[in-house]
């Protein structure tokens, strides 16, 4: 089956060839590769080649156009979507291909990302609670036993996505109304409605720069877009919602248990930014079978902080509690740098849970287990 790689490109010609250097050295000859280049500075259309064919575009289409022009153009029969910052590894792209074919249940395929400044998981999938939506695997190590394994998901981020081209074009491709983000959990969705699976392939790695970088022309040019996006993918497919993130959890839980004897009971703070805290609560105490003693909210007012200080949000007399906490936050990381809050307290017991259902213990945050 002949094979196109998609690419839609806005801006940053260094690295675009950068990422097509990388690309060739890691892909067989014979898949064409298409770069969708869409902006009205002809400058930065001028892109030139060897091996691509380059669709040149003189104003912004974003993200969503580009890649239906660019699948539009394509003569493959086995179509990737990929975005002009992902930075591939050796043997990338044939786990991928040989997921997709192994099945004719699934239909679509991506990578392990990895977060290009920590070396961290970015993207390994997306589940919904009734709530929010939750990138499993977020923050963990490339190296967790968590991740090491192809995983079904409700999800998959369209940084790297492989599909059919009869399928992708039969559901209506990337919802256009859904330029900046979103579009590809819409063509997710849609293909689960369709009786088609999504998978992650963990012997797929890829380096996704993302928003690592705060200068990417997608963030820094089109971010106001981002709530209409968002708006736009929540009222479509709330009927097409999996609600699947327990799943994920209950594999981190047992996973967690397995090396680690809980108490009975525990304090919880949530120190998140997200409002559904009730359903994470029930399912912590069902899954762990623990009790909490007493709960305690500190709402982080800016979402998925980097580095959150405990004592900017918890008074310094938690520090003489005996009972054992679980702090509750948008990402386990973010409590990593807390050294006076850790040695005033006794955190041998002390946990950490995140939104995305990554658990671990403070101990082995602070010695790099996790």
């Known amino acids: 089956m002949k094979q196109s790689i998609i690419i839609p490109y806005y801006k940053n010609k260094q690295e675009l060839y950068f990422v097509l250097n990388l690309l ?3 892909l067989p000859q014979d898949v064409e590769i298409i770069v969708v280049a869409n902006n009205p500075n002809s400058s930065e259309r001028e892109i030139s080649y060897s091996n691509c064919k380059i669709i040149k575009i003189d104003k912004a289409l974003l993200y969503s156009k580009a ?30 291909l040989k997921k997709l074919l192994s099945d004719k249940r699934i239909g679509a395929v991506s990578s392990k990302m990895i977060n290009p400044t920590n070396n961290r998981i970015l993207e390994y999938g997306i589940e919904y609670t009734p709530y929010n ?33 009869s399928l992708y074009n ?50 820094s040019d089109f971010s106001f877009l981002e709530n209409d996006s968002r708006w736009k993918f929540y009222q479509k497919n709330s009927h097409r919602m999996r609600y699947n993130l327990n799943i994920w959890m209950s594999s981190t839980f047992q996973y967690f248990m397995t090396s680690h004897v809980l108490l009975k009971y525990y304090i919880i703070i949530n120190l998140s930014s997200y409002n559904n805290i009730n359903w994470y609560k029930t399912f912590i105490k069902t899954n762990l079978n623990i009790e909490f003693y007493d709960e305690y909210t500190f709402l982080s007012t800016v979402r998925n902080l980097d580095n959150m200080q405990i004592y900017d949000y918890v008074p310094f007399d938690f520090t003489n509690f005996h009972t054992p906490i679980i702090y509750f936050v948008d990402s386990f990381i973010s409590l990593k740098d807390n050294a006076l809050w850790y040695k005033m307290r006794n955190i041998s017991r002390d946990i950490i849970i995140d939104i995305n259902g990554a658990i671990c213990s403070i101990e082995e945050l602070q010695n790099g287990i996790y």
């Open 67 to 96: 890649a239906n022009i660019g699948v539009a153009h394509a003569t493959g029969d086995i179509i990737t979507l990929m975005d002009q910052d992902i930075f591939v590894t050796p043997n990338w792209y044939l786990p991928l």
């Open 24 to 26: 060739f050295e890691n």
């Open 133 to 165: 939506s939750a990138h499993i695997g977020k923050d963990l190590s490339e190296k967790s036993p968590l991740v090491n394994n192809d995983i079904c998901v409700s999800s998959a981020c369209g940084g790297i996505l492989m599909t059919y081209k």
């Open 170 to 219: 039969q559901l209506g491709g990337m919802d256009e109304d859904m330029p900046y983000i979103c579009c590809d959990c819409d063509y997710t969705l849609k293909l689960w409605e369709s009786g088609k699976q999504v998978w992650i392939v963990a012997d797929s790695v890829v380096f996704h720069k993302s928003y690592t970088s705060k200068s990417a022309g997608k963030i």
